[in-house]
């Protein structure tokens, strides 16, 4: 089992920046895929970004040239770094880990508010 602790999130103007954390209670090496996923009122938790054990990186088209996630093994942490931040960014900000590309672990999300 993996638990996932998010934080980072809060208030923030349009135009500005924010780095989401995620501390996993075991080391990543062995994690395939970590990613972070959004979720809004009514609406499904969508991908945001993923990051494989092999170095992929994948991206939404709406985040592409703003958001970077990395991986930092030393610190068995995947960080968010959101910059240009739109309004249309909050939402709730979950951290999950794919192990064995079977099962999946959820964070408790954390939540970010872009204000116009």
């Known amino acids: 089992q993996v638990q996932l602790v998010e934080s980072g999130g809060g208030l923030v103007q349009a135009g500005g920046s924010l780095r989401l954390s995620c501390v996993a209670s075991?080391?990543?090496?062995?994690?395939?895929?970590m990613g972070w996923y959004r979720q809004t009122p009514g609406n499904q938790r969508e991908l945001v970004a993923a990051a494989t054990s092999g170095g992929s990186r994948n991206y939404a088209d709406s985040v592409k040239g703003r958001f970077t996630i990395s991986r930092d093994y030393a610190k068995n942490t995947v960080y968010l770094q959101m910059n240009s931040l739109k309004t249309e960014d909050t939402g709730v900000y979950y951290c999950?880990?794919?192990?064995?590309?079977?099962?999946?672990?959820w964070g408790q999300g954390t939540q970010v508010t872009v204000s116009s």
């Open positions: 075991r080391s990543i090496l062995s994690i395939n895929i």
């Open positions: 999950k880990a794919t192990v064995g590309a079977v099962y999946d672990y």
